[in-house]
Nanobody
Framework: QVQLEESGGGLVQPGGSLGLSCAVS????????FAWYRQAPGKQRELVAH???????TYPDSVKGRFTISRDSAKNTVYLQMNSLKPEDTAVYYC?????????WGQGTQVTVSS
């Protein structure tokens, strides 16, 4: 069993920056691909960043150039750096781990972008 714990959410003004962390339990960190998803009220959960086991990253156009995902195997932690935040980035952000037929989710952390 793998547990994911997000942290770093909060309130930030438009144009500001925020960094999220996802602490991953266990010894199989290197075998997982990781992703960050978000879900705004009344909307479907959407992918905002993905990093493969080989550190290849992908982003949707809505966040490309503003968000950066990274992973640190020494700390068993996945990060999401968010810059130039917009009100439409407001959502609960979830960390996801995937390997073969295994999928794990964190509990989510709220990000609110508002003046």
């Amino acid at each position: 069993q793998v547990q994911l714990e997000e942290s770093g959410g909060g309130l930030v003004q438009p144009g500001g920056s925020l960094g999220l962390s996802c602490a991953v339990s266990g010894s199989r960190f290197s075998t997982f691909a990781f992703a960050w998803y978000r879900q705004a009220p009344g909307k479907q959960r959407e992918l905002v960043a993905h990093i493969s086991t080989r550190d290849t990253t992908t982003y949707p156009d809505s966040v490309k150039g503003r968000f950066t995902i990274s992973r640190d195997s020494a700390k068993n932690t996945v990060y999401l750096q968010m810059n130039s935040l917009k009100p439409e980035d407001t959502a609960v952000y979830y960390c996801n781990a995937a390997a073969f037929n295994e999928f794990y989710w964190g509990q989510g952390t709220q990000v609110t972008v508002s003046s």
